[in-house]
């Protein structure tokens, strides 16, 4: 009986939701930059080159180049605290304090391929679905409190493979196609139930976010169309959310192209008249082989520099911007202030906008590259 109550209050706060009513004029320049805290606490600072190295935060350098908005990444209950509650709030502040628009991205799971639940988090379908709901309700409500605005929320990160497993698990490539909407029925009831917490939220008093999902491979239309097809035929209406998020990277695949990308987002633009963002994507400053074997480019004739980041994001920019209806609206390029961990999970050894000198080992520097003006490139 509590599944079947979770279920229908859940349907019920979904049904009711208003359609997409978002700014027409706002394009989202943004970085993520979760792990800035953890960087600064840790020794790091940043030189703007273009100041005579002048110390600044990197994310007043970055505001320099053109950012007008900033992702951070929360986690349920990280263990030293690091991307959990208090330490978003407190970048939140700092970053809208300087007039960037917040998005928030929920990990309710860290790892994106695997996506545990939480070790405290119930292991059934009704009570789980229960937790995620207002633990959404209660994360949201803790930035009003806090006076945070968000002005985007990601109901997971790159959820193409479900969330909370086991039970959300989702393969959209089952075949036949009634196996596949079969498949991606608990994930349907766990995203009513995060949805409704964004609900529950709001009659708590919290100024609406859009809402987004977030998946990968944004240049895969057939993905596209299969994972939203067998999200809807579970009774997920179209209003149950805002904005299309997708990552798109250089070096996990050479069909990763331009080409695809806009077929794909002008695409899905036509079918849902909903708007767009590629909210992940980076490319390499450097990678030379020299701990990996070089990747790859999805698209060679950009070379693996730091004016190729350029080319590479502001390619993208051009190709969300084109996006028909003036759907397109924004790119976020990802954590690129991370100095020590500068091959941001590629195969490259660096793929971030600072040159990182750790010649003194209880302070790491990060010198701004001419790639953290990328976003002035089209003003």
Same mark, same amino acid.
């Given at each position: 009986m509590l599944f079947l109550?979770?279920?229908?209050?859940?349907?019920a706060g979904v049904a009711a939701l208003p359609p997409y009513g978002g700014s027409q004029e706002f394009f989202f320049k943004g970085h993520d930059l979760s792990s800035l805290k953890m960087l600064e606490d840790g020794?790091?600072?940043?030189?703007?080159?273009?100041?005579?190295?002048?110390? =600044?935060?990197?994310?007043?350098?970055?505001? /320099? /180049?053109? =950012?007008?908005?900033?992702?951070?990444?929360?986690?349920?209950? %990280?263990?030293?605290?690091? #991307? @959990?509650?208090?330490?978003?709030?407190?970048?939140?502040?700092?970053? !809208? !304090?300087? @007039? &960037?628009?917040? #998005?928030?991205? &929920?990990?309710?799971?860290?790892?994106? !391929?695997?996506q545990p639940p939480p070790a405290a988090w119930p292991t059934t379908l009704g009570p789980l679905a229960l937790t995620l709901r207002g633990y959404v309700k209660d994360t949201l409500v803790s930035f009003h409190e806090a006076g945070i605005n968000l002005d985007l929320v990601a109901l997971g990160n790159e959820i193409?493979? @479900? =969330?909370?497993?086991?039970?959300? !698990?989702?393969?959209?490539?089952?075949?036949?196609? %009634?196996?596949?909407?079969?498949? &991606?029925? +608990?994930?349907?009831?766990?995203?009513?139930?995060?949805?409704?917490?964004?609900?529950? *939220?709001?009659?708590?008093?919290?100024r609406k976010p859009e809402v987004m999902i977030h998946i990968d491979n944004g240049w895969n239309l057939t993905l596209q169309q299969r994972w939203f097809g067998a999200l809807t035929a579970n009774g997920?209406?179209?209003?149950?959310?805002?904005?299309?998020?997708?990552?798109?990277?250089?070096?996990? @695949?050479?069909? *990763?192209?331009?080409?695809?990308?806009?077929t794909s987002l002008n695409t899905l633009a036509e079918e849902y008249r909903k708007p767009i963002q590629v909210v992940e994507t980076d490319y390499p400053a450097i990678c030379n082989g020299e701990y990996h074997p070089i990747p790859p480019s999805s698209e060679p004739e950009i070379p693996y520099s730091?004016?190729?980041?350029?080319?590479w994001t502001d390619d993208v920019i051009k190709i969300v911007q084109d996006v028909p209806y003036g759907l397109g609206r924004g790119?976020?390029?990802?954590?690129?202030?991370?100095?020590?961990?500068?091959?941001?999970?590629? +195969?490259?050894?660096?793929?971030?906008?600072?040159? *990182?000198?750790?010649?003194?080992?209880?302070?790491?520097v990060g010198y701004s590259r001419t790639s953290v003006h990328m976003f002035q490139v089209r003003a």
């Open positions: 109550s979770v279920l229908s209050s859940c349907l020794g790091c600072i940043y030189k703007d080159t273009t100041r005579h190295n002048q110390t =600044m935060p990197a994310d007043d350098i970055l505001a /320099g /180049g053109g =950012m007008n908005s900033v992702r951070l990444r929360v986690w349920v209950n %990280p263990v030293d605290g690091t #991307y @959990g509650l208090q330490y978003n709030l407190d970048l939140a502040k700092r970053f !809208q !304090q300087k @007039g &960037f628009k917040i #998005y928030l991205d &929920f990990h309710f799971a860290e790892d994106p !391929q695997k193409r493979h @479900g =969330m909370l497993w086991p039970l959300g !698990q989702a393969d959209v490539d089952v075949e036949p196609w %009634p196996a596949t909407v079969a498949n &991606f029925s +608990n994930l349907a009831i766990l995203y009513k139930a995060a949805r409704a917490g964004v609900d529950d *939220a709001i009659y708590a008093g919290v997920v209406p179209t209003t149950a959310w805002d904005v299309f998020g997708f990552s798109f990277y250089p070096f996990y @695949g050479t069909a *990763a192209t331009f080409d695809n990308l806009r730091i004016a190729g980041q350029t080319i790119v976020h390029y990802w954590e690129p202030a991370w100095l020590n961990s500068t091959s941001l999970g590629s +195969n490259c050894s660096d793929a971030i906008l600072f040159t *990182a000198d750790y010649s003194n080992p209880a302070q790491t």
